[in-house]
């Protein structure tokens, strides 16, 4: 399979609470990045950060990654109910120039 | 941030006949686009990269036959499903660079289709 795997697939979560979810790569990447999905929608590009970044932050969201264990994290602090949604990391980049998909992970977010 | 407008936004048709549907990047031009499909509750799968002027990159398992891709202009690119059955009732999304391969890409909203 192309597509890399997110985890958890699920996540039920608390307003107020932090939420973080796991992404395992498989290819050599020029950069991961992190998309939003609200249901039946297109998607919002949420963060990139480049394979010679270990942290990013913009607002709520802060990425790490870590190239040698081909994974990245998302994390968002003080959760809302309007940040319910899928969340799928996304590798770029690298030999072949195509975006590929991880298997996403479902928030929720009860308010 | 950039907008793609993908069009229609969902399109009901009757088996046998086509389908086309279009991406268009409104305020940038986009030398690559992505076609992708998803099934409910599921990632996206990339179907082929489009490239304007050229024919389309299409991923292994994917019929290109069936599956038309056209990126005519820098700011267009359509997917026709030809043909279409019911297993090809889906989610269709569309997206486009701004620039290489280090740059985010925008979506469009997305076209679902219904094959009855």
């Known amino acids: 399979s192309q597509q890399g795997e997110e985890d958890p697939q699920a996540l039920s979560i608390q307003e107020g609470e932090n939420a973080t979810m796991n992404c395992s790569y498989k290819?050599?990447?020029?950069?991961l990045q992190w998309y939003r999905q609200n249901s039946g929608r297109g998607l919002v590009h949420l963060i990139l950060i480049r394979s010679n970044e270990r942290e990013k932050h913009s607002g709520r969201l802060r990425v790490t990654l870590d190239t040698s264990k081909k994974s990245s994290s998302l994390l968002i602090t003080a959760s809302r109910a309007a940040d319910t949604a899928s969340y799928f990391c996304a590798e770029g980049g690298g030999a072949t120039n195509k975006l590929i998909f991880g298997t996403g992970t479902l928030l929720a977010v009860q308010p | 941030g950039a907008v793609v407008s993908q069009h229609p936004s969902r399109v009901i048709c009757k088996s046998g006949t086509s389908v086309k549907i279009e991406c268009r990047s409104l305020?940038?031009?986009?030398?690559?686009m992505f076609w992708y499909r998803q099934f409910p509750k599921k990632s996206l799968m990339l179907m082929a990269t489009?490239?304007?002027?050229?024919?389309?990159?299409?991923e292994q398992g994917v019929e290109k036959d069936k599956f038309l891709i056209n990126h005519a202009s820098l700011t267009l690119s359509t997917l026709t499903v030809t043909s279409a059955h019911p297993e090809d009732s889906s989610f269709y999304i569309c997206?486009?660079?701004?620039?290489?391969?280090?740059?985010?890409?925008?979506f469009g909203q997305g076209t679902r289709l219904t094959v009855v």
């Open positions: 489009s490239n304007e002027g050229s024919k389309a990159t299409y």
């Open positions: 290819t050599s990447i020029n950069n």
């Open positions: 305020d940038f031009q986009a030398t690559t």
């Open positions: 997206s486009a660079r701004t620039g290489g391969a280090g740059t985010e890409a925008f």
